[in-house]
């Protein structure tokens, strides 16, 4: 259901783990909010929302829905904007695949994903399916810059309860693997438009022109870039590794991002499943081919289609003899790196296996050391720097340890690399052109068949937006500030020369230094070791893998971050936390009724929710009941009320009764309303009263199999049932 009035704030439904909580969470924010006149609506981009608002005419008139996503694009433009987003599902092929074919069994006639288009009729759905694939929610809604950091309340906790962090040993052979030249970073060029321009991309050689992207516009001042990583130095990385692998006796882990890098990863990912595989593709690859094998689906994809056919299956397992061990995503089902795009994501998976000392688990069920592949050199020598720094020093001591802050640039869509409709697979041997509507060639590169070239770009407004959100926070907290842009390649020199004088003009150059990724990671790596804090000033995809690489080192979690958008029309986006929609939760709910999603991100985001409600609509209660959620949530983490991981442990359904619990005891305890104290009062005495019998029935459940009625499109009743097992809590919540 979505609502048609704009409400006062608007909470996303999503995905996975986040959207179990919500069904849990939302009818207690809905309760305490309607004390104070605020009305909390929905909008739905979830996965299966954003593919069955793509496809009405599949549908009959009850199955339609609306575009909840294109409205949220135009609301946050507005001032008037107050939105919670929780993290949603940036689709894979197989994630998209699977579903789709859910919805169909679920009585929707959807048409069905083409891996491989023939008609122009199929060509047309494909395009429309490829709309939703990868990081398709976050460019039309973050109209504004990101300030990501730890909540006071947060990071005290887990100074005084210092999460576990594995031994770095000075000898551990795990070390980082980039492509040393032919790779997008070695590659790149780039511009900064003097006028408005409307640019083409064109692929010249022999046989003519081929037109790639009609026409992109540009407004003034617009930070352009084009690369392209060369196919045949990327398999030829690849092979090297794999081989270096085996002699040094560990394990193979390859970390993309092949969920938000929608089109350029999955096709790296491709690349490294080939190579894994080449003597089995050499003989077999017109075979597999028919049998609708591609290797951008993965190991897993490729293993079911061939599962059948013995003496492929055969020379994939000599293969397999043959090669280092994987990295493994599951070993007691034999679900290695290479088996799914999007299931080692890198900003999760390399913090992870940092915060572990390095280690990964094999295919033994044991963790070893790992060579990290991380083929282009842009932002791996940020990994390959903290770990470094990590076998000189040994582990970070959560205990003492600093923060890192982080004002990322990703307003407008800035710097959206591989995702971007203007990344290409190259169809022939040529010149890849970006031609500007004057005949000025902005970029060109002389390119081979099956090279993948792209472009991004960072407007003006979101550049300069983003330095004054900078000199903001800085004077604010007076950390140390370091703008993450190496003067060496070509995108960041072109954001120095917009940084530089901005800088100089409101007289704060001497408070910020400009650093390259490698050397800022040890600069920032070194502050907080010394209990000092820092702030680190990055681009988009920075943004992305920073908010996970520190938080996980301090917290033991991205989850729990503070992560506000300062929407440039001047309304508010509050992210609830980095950490992903969390797979692994879901499979444990449905299993074992037991959900161990953790929802201090969703509550750090609802208390600034309410303040900037209060800021900009002069409502005065919404403040008080802003400023009571951080009493609740500075309770739940006092008290330890966060969930559990075992079955029959707290789990996200306690801490939602006991989140519930100690806001209506700050509300009723506070002076600030006497309203709300009066109000509240009798909720804070029925949930303490019933607190025996809230936990009985929420205990009662744990254990068995769940039913919700769908993974990707969950049934709401099925749903609320197994999230508000406890009558008495629903009674008083209503």
Known sequence: MTDTNTPDIIYTKVDEAPELASASLLPIIRKFASAAGISVGTKDISLAGRILATFPEALTEEQRISDDLAELGELVKTPEANVIKLPNISASVPQLVAAIKELQSQGYALPDYPEEPKTDAEKAVRAKYDTIKGSAVNPVLREGNSDRRAATAVKKFAQANPHRMGEWTKDSKTRVAAMSGGDFFSNETSATLPKAATAKIVLENASGETVLKEAVSYPEGTVVDATYMSADALDAFLAEEIAKTKEEGVLFSLHMKATMMKVSDPIIFGHAVKEWLKPVFEKYGDEMKALGVNPNSGMGDLLARVKDQPEIMAAIEAVRAERPPMYMVNSDKGITNLHVPSDVIIDASMPALIRAGGKGWGPDGQEHDCVCVIPD???????????????????????????????????????????HPTTFEIPADGTVKMVLDDGTVLHSHEVKAGDIWRSASARKAPIEDWVQLAIDRQRLTGYRAIFWLDENRAHDAELIAYVKPILEAKGVADKFEIMAPREATIASLETITKGENTIAITGNVLRDYLTDLFPILELATSAKMLSIVKLMQGGGLFETGAGGSAPKHVQQLLEENHLRWDSLGEFCALGESFRFLAETKGNAKAKVLGDAVDVATQGILDNDRSPSRKVGQPDNRDSHYWFARYWAEALAAQTDDADLATEFAPVAKALAEGEAKIVAEIAAVQGKPADIGGYYHADPAKLAAVMRPSETLNAIIG
């Open 377 to 419: 050199n842009s932002y791996a020598p940020v990994y390959d720097a903290a770990i470094e720094f990590f076998k000189a020093n040994g582990k970070l001591n959560p205990a003492t340890a600093g923060t890192v802050q982080n004002i990322g640039l990703m307003a407008q869509k800035a710097e959206e690399y591989g995702s």
